[in-house]
């Protein structure tokens, strides 16, 4: 699978819209772009995912570039409920299961 | 409630105590899977099952012993454990091993299990 970068951490304010960017430059064509978040001490929750399209649904948007080397997470209007520690991960379909979680991006929402 | 279910939420051990985590899917998902997740370090795939069949084994030594009795339930026995050991133990599921056509495998996971050895 494919390596992510991801900036350590943001800060956002509360009503505003959270862009958190994603580099995977060698992600391969059949790779898909995920994303999961983790709030504090509990278990990660899926957001969204995509192979080259855009795509939104109730949580976020998910901007992937034309040339697929990079990717951002939309959260239209960031509460402080969405502060938390959000992944971005490139992974072959065939073994979507396998997610390899780095450090991710921590997101600090404030008032 | 994620429909992924741990037990119990905190544990505390000695080094020579036996002790099992458990987890509990009401999703009908078939995969099910153990992560780590120590301070400070990224989460660590353990073990995937896959229709109750041990499909992956992350390198995890002998003194963690998963079992998957069926696709709902899924344990993770610790005996003699390290104090090194000491981390958040997470449980996944999802439908299958394997993605769907649009590429979707998403993964739920429970609340985690956190484990501390003394």
């Known amino acids: 699978d494919a390596k992510t970068t991801q900036p350590p951490s943001m800060d956002c304010a509360e009503g505003r819209a959270a862009n958190l960017p994603c580099n995977h430059s060698?992600?391969?064509?059949?790779?898909?772009v995920y994303w999961y978040r983790q709030i504090h001490s509990q278990g990660p929750q899926y957001i969204i995912h995509?192979?080259?399209n855009n795509e939104t649904n109730e949580m976020a948007s998910l901007i992937i570039t034309e040339d697929r080397k990079s990717s951002t997470l939309i959260l239209p209007h960031a509460t402080l409920r969405d502060t938390a520690v959000y992944y971005c991960?490139?992974?072959?379909?065939?073994?979507?299961?396998?997610?390899?979680f780095g450090t991710g991006t921590r997101l600090q929402v404030t008032l | 409630e994620t429909g992924v279910t741990q037990t119990p939420r905190h544990l505390v051990m000695g080094m020579t105590n036996k002790k099992s985590l458990k987890c509990e899917q009401h999703?009908?998902?078939?995969?099910m899977y153990w992560y780590k997740q120590s301070a400070k370090k990224p989460l660590e795939l353990m073990f995937v099952?896959?229709?109750?069949?041990?499909?992956e084994n992350n390198s995890v030594p002998s003194r963690f012993s998963p079992e998957c009795p069926n696709s709902s339930h899924l344990f993770l026995h610790l005996h003699t454990l390290q104090p090194e050991d000491s981390a958040l133990y997470l449980c996944?599921?999802?439908?299958?091993?394997?993605?769907?056509?649009?590429?979707?495998?998403?993964?739920?996971f429970g609340a985690g299990s956190r484990l501390t050895v003394l």
């Open positions: 996944a599921s999802s439908r299958d091993r394997l993605a769907d056509s649009s590429g979707a495998n998403v993964l739920t």
């Open positions: 999703l009908g998902h078939n995969a």
């Open positions: 060698t992600i391969s064509g059949n790779e898909y």
């Open positions: 099952y896959n229709f109750k069949e041990q499909t």
């Open positions: 995509g192979l080259k």
């Open positions: 991960i490139a992974v072959w379909a065939g073994t979507a299961s396998k997610l390899t």
